[in-house]
């Protein structure tokens, strides 16, 4: 059974989605601006790879979402 996420938590994974989001503008400007074939599909793969741990922290905040307290403590 899922239990509500501690402040501290969801300070994490605000920090975390915060810097999964950096990651993500930065590696596609990377992709958008590399002139070698090399760079633009590692910076591609690691848009991906970002995007992906994005959508996986947005999912375990949805899924605690149920439990946080109505009011504020």
């Known amino acids: 059974?899922?239990?509500?996420?501690?402040?501290?938590?969801?300070?994490?994974?605000?920090?975390s989605l915060s810097n999964e989001d950096l990651l993500i503008k930065q590696n596609a400007l990377l992709a958008s601006l590399a002139t070698n074939p090399a760079l633009r599909?590692?910076?591609?793969?690691?848009?991906?790879?970002?995007?992906?741990?994005?959508?996986?922290?947005m999912q375990a905040l949805q899924q605690h979402q149920h439990l946080a307290p109505t009011q504020p403590q």
Do not use: P, W
Not at 1 to 15: H, P, R, S, V, W
Not at 41 to 57: I, S
């Open 1 to 15: 059974m899922l239990q509500a996420l501690t402040a501290k938590e969801l300070e994490y994974i605000a920090d």
């Open 41 to 57: 599909q590692a910076g591609m793969a690691e848009l991906q790879t970002h995007q992906q741990h994005y959508q996986t922290l």
